[in-house]
Protein backbone atom coordinates (compact mmCIF):
# COMPACT_ATOMS: atom_id res chain seq x y z
CA UNK A 1 0.00 0.00 0.00
CA UNK A 2 1.34 3.43 -1.00
CA UNK A 3 1.39 5.11 1.86
CA UNK A 4 2.61 9.25 3.71
CA UNK A 5 3.71 9.40 6.59
CA UNK A 6 2.84 12.84 8.49
CA UNK A 7 4.31 13.20 12.04
CA UNK A 8 5.04 16.21 14.34
CA UNK A 9 1.58 17.38 15.27
CA UNK A 10 0.62 18.37 18.81
CA UNK A 11 -0.75 20.65 20.94
CA UNK A 12 0.53 24.00 21.16
CA UNK A 13 -0.73 27.23 22.62
CA UNK A 14 -1.01 30.10 20.61
CA UNK A 15 1.63 32.05 19.13
CA UNK A 16 3.70 28.60 19.18
CA UNK A 17 5.24 26.66 16.76
CA UNK A 18 5.24 23.06 15.34
CA UNK A 19 7.28 21.19 12.60
CA UNK A 20 5.68 18.44 10.66
CA UNK A 21 7.19 16.09 8.57
CA UNK A 22 6.20 13.66 5.54
CA UNK A 23 8.07 10.70 4.24
CA UNK A 24 7.61 7.62 2.53
CA UNK A 25 6.36 4.47 3.89
CA UNK A 26 6.72 0.89 2.83
CA UNK A 27 7.55 2.18 -1.08
CA UNK A 28 9.89 4.08 -3.00
CA UNK A 29 8.47 7.31 -3.37
CA UNK A 30 11.69 10.38 -4.79
CA UNK A 31 10.02 14.09 -3.66
CA UNK A 32 12.07 14.83 -6.13
CA UNK A 33 9.34 13.67 -9.03
CA UNK A 34 6.23 14.80 -6.79
CA UNK A 35 4.57 18.01 -6.24
CA UNK A 36 4.64 17.59 -2.08
CA UNK A 37 1.62 19.83 -0.63
CA UNK A 38 -0.20 20.42 2.96
CA UNK A 39 -3.33 20.43 3.15
CA UNK A 40 -5.80 20.74 6.25
CA UNK A 41 -9.22 19.88 7.18
CA UNK A 42 -11.65 20.89 10.66
CA UNK A 43 -15.20 18.45 10.90
CA UNK A 44 -17.43 19.47 8.64
CA UNK A 45 -15.22 21.68 6.65
CA UNK A 46 -13.87 21.06 2.78
CA UNK A 47 -10.16 19.79 2.59
CA UNK A 48 -7.78 23.38 2.41
CA UNK A 49 -5.07 23.17 0.65
CA UNK A 50 -2.07 25.27 3.23
CA UNK A 51 1.39 25.33 1.27
CA UNK A 52 2.58 23.08 -1.76
CA UNK A 53 5.34 23.00 -4.18
CA UNK A 54 4.24 24.29 -7.56
CA UNK A 55 7.17 23.81 -9.76
CA UNK A 56 10.27 21.93 -10.99
CA UNK A 57 12.59 24.97 -9.68
CA UNK A 58 10.75 25.12 -5.71
CA UNK A 59 8.28 27.64 -6.57
CA UNK A 60 5.59 27.49 -3.61
CA UNK A 61 2.16 28.29 -3.14
CA UNK A 62 0.87 29.54 0.31
CA UNK A 63 -3.22 29.73 1.25
CA UNK A 64 -3.54 33.33 2.22
CA UNK A 65 -4.47 32.36 5.72
CA UNK A 66 -1.02 30.99 6.33
CA UNK A 67 0.85 33.33 3.99
CA UNK A 68 3.88 34.69 6.10
CA UNK A 69 3.87 32.35 9.03
CA UNK A 70 4.29 28.68 7.15
CA UNK A 71 7.18 27.32 5.30
CA UNK A 72 7.35 24.22 3.07
CA UNK A 73 10.66 22.79 2.15
CA UNK A 74 12.16 19.70 1.45
CA UNK A 75 15.21 17.87 2.48
CA UNK A 76 16.13 15.94 -1.18
CA UNK A 77 18.10 13.61 1.23
CA UNK A 78 16.06 12.53 3.75
CA UNK A 79 13.31 12.25 0.92
CA UNK A 80 11.53 14.44 3.55
CA UNK A 81 9.40 17.44 3.28
CA UNK A 82 8.47 20.00 6.14
CA UNK A 83 5.48 21.80 7.18
CA UNK A 84 7.30 24.64 9.55
CA UNK A 85 4.28 26.51 11.35
CA UNK A 86 4.95 29.40 13.24
CA UNK A 87 2.42 31.97 14.86
CA UNK A 88 -0.28 29.21 15.41
CA UNK A 89 -3.21 31.02 16.46
CA UNK A 90 -6.64 28.39 17.35
CA UNK A 91 -8.01 28.27 13.58
CA UNK A 92 -4.96 26.45 12.45
CA UNK A 93 -6.45 23.48 14.46
CA UNK A 94 -7.15 20.98 12.01
CA UNK A 95 -5.67 17.20 10.63
CA UNK A 96 -3.19 17.99 8.28
CA UNK A 97 -2.22 15.95 5.31
CA UNK A 98 0.88 15.73 3.46
CA UNK A 99 -0.20 14.85 -0.24
CA UNK A 100 2.31 14.15 -3.28
CA UNK A 101 1.30 14.35 -6.66
CA UNK A 102 3.60 13.20 -9.82
CA UNK A 103 5.35 15.83 -11.82
CA UNK A 104 5.24 13.73 -14.51
CA UNK A 105 2.52 11.26 -13.79
CA UNK A 106 -0.20 13.37 -12.52
CA UNK A 107 -2.31 10.25 -11.94
CA UNK A 108 0.27 9.16 -9.37
CA UNK A 109 -1.33 10.89 -6.28
CA UNK A 110 -0.84 10.13 -2.93
CA UNK A 111 -2.00 10.55 0.19
CA UNK A 112 -0.79 10.17 4.25
CA UNK A 113 -3.31 9.36 6.75
CA UNK A 114 -3.00 12.91 8.58
CA UNK A 115 -1.54 14.11 11.83
CA UNK A 116 -3.91 15.99 14.14
CA UNK A 117 -2.49 19.56 15.46
CA UNK A 118 -4.42 21.69 17.99
CA UNK A 119 -3.62 25.21 19.19
CA UNK A 120 -5.21 26.15 22.29
CA UNK A 121 -4.34 27.55 25.83
Known amino acids: QVQLVESGGGLVQPGGSLRLSCAPS??????????ANWWRQTPGKERELVAG????????YYSDSVKGRFTISRDNAKNTVYLQMNSLQPEDTAVYYC????????????WGQGTQVTVSS
Open 99 to 110: NAKGIYNPRADY
Open 53 to 60: FISTVGNT
Open 26 to 35: GFTLSFSSYF
